[in-house]
């Protein structure tokens, strides 16, 4: 007898045969007739089957009367066109064994709906819900078709390490990876510790995808990153998983194509692959969900410079929170009027002032802005943050000394301007704001199997 996934069991296509279904029961009804019905569902897909038990079987009162939500079965039995209207086709059981039992009284899920709050104090039982289960399956799409879209492009797939001894950004929100004890008298020494002197958990992989790309051309790293910055908001966590791109002789035009095609790819998958899931979060979470998918694949993404953007921002009379000023960073407030309101579609902010960016950007002919973009999309704001990297030697020197970095700190980065040096770009794309941006939900606490923030690393 041949054991098959929910998912493969609905199809019309089983009607008729004799196979084995594995899973946890969501509910059951017992029919005055002398039969009940159970929905089983196994995950591979938001759906339940519906069981029909005859009263016949040998355990019937003694066990299958007694299940409950969250109980794991085994069944067997043939596979039939349902009478009932809300399912196409419907398992008659032959034989029912029990796994386990999931107490009412103490099983935490039970039928009602539960918040998202409370879920996440259970996030080891959280994916045995619709709305995580959903999640996950469509985290599991976006990520086939980042693999899909770059190995098709010709891209080849590295892997940049966790542990690291350079701060990408030139900030302070990182992670220390130690072996010495803190409380150690005399206090510990860095050149002590594992690695002769301090590292860190990654922000990025893009210093090391660089290596990779000026050597074999195009690359992207896809793993997770990890920033220590103490913000509590919806679109951030401690720990999450990003993938980058890096490609030789893309100027920042060719990035900006790259990145509009990306997502385009991902967004086409999802509304394909995971439709009955994308409808569940258009129903329950985001009516707008599908629709917002379907209007971005139609459209071409804006590209637009940050100078142009902070003059669209000034002469839009709102009341921001945070003010517009040329020289200052746009805040999420900012990016959504840009892509929700004024223009209505996705938006390619580039071109932003030197002293908000990163030393590694490269320097514009105007000495005062770099060339950096940022994807923003309705709802999340920025999704993909990137640029054209400083080729040159003598400038990016120069901007490390500005931004108070020391060169022999970076002499391999460096190196790769000494030898041959070639212009190239890349982006990050956070795999989580992706997600969200799908989905339609909230908190990105929801769309990460185990989320890490500020005080949080229970499970
Ligand atoms: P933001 O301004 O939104 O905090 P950032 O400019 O610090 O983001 P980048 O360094 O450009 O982010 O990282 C590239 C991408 O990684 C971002 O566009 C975003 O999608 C994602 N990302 C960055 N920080 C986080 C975080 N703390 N949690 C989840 N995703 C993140
Ligand atoms: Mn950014």
Redesign the pocket.
Known sequence: METLTVREARSPSAVGREIRLQGWVRTRRDSKGGFSFLELNDGSCLGNIQIVVPGELPNYESEIKRLTTGCSIVVEGVIQASPGEKQAVELLARRIAVFGWAPPESYPLQKKRHSYEFLRTIAHLRPRTNSFGAVMRVRNTVCRSIHEFFQEEGFLYVHTPIITASDC?GAGAMFRVTTLDPTATPPPQPQDDFFGKPTYLT??GQLEAEVFACSLGKVYTFGP?F?A?N?N?T??????W?V?PEAAFFELPDNMDLAERFLKRIFRDVLERSAEDMEFFARWVEPSAVTTLQHVLQEEFVRLTYTEAVEILRQSGQDFEFPVEWGR?LQ?EHERYLTETHFRKPVILSDYPRAIKPFYMRLNDDERTVRAM??LLPR???????SQREERLDVLTRRMEEQGLRAEDYWWYLDLRRFGTVPHSG????????VQFITGMGN?RDVIPFPRTPGSAEF
């Open positions: 950004e922000v990025s990153t920033r910055e913000s908001t679109r951030h966590l401690a720990e999450f990003m980058e960073d999420a940022d994807v999340v704001g920025e999704i993909i943050g990137g982006f990050g794309l956070g795999l989580e704001r992706a990105i």
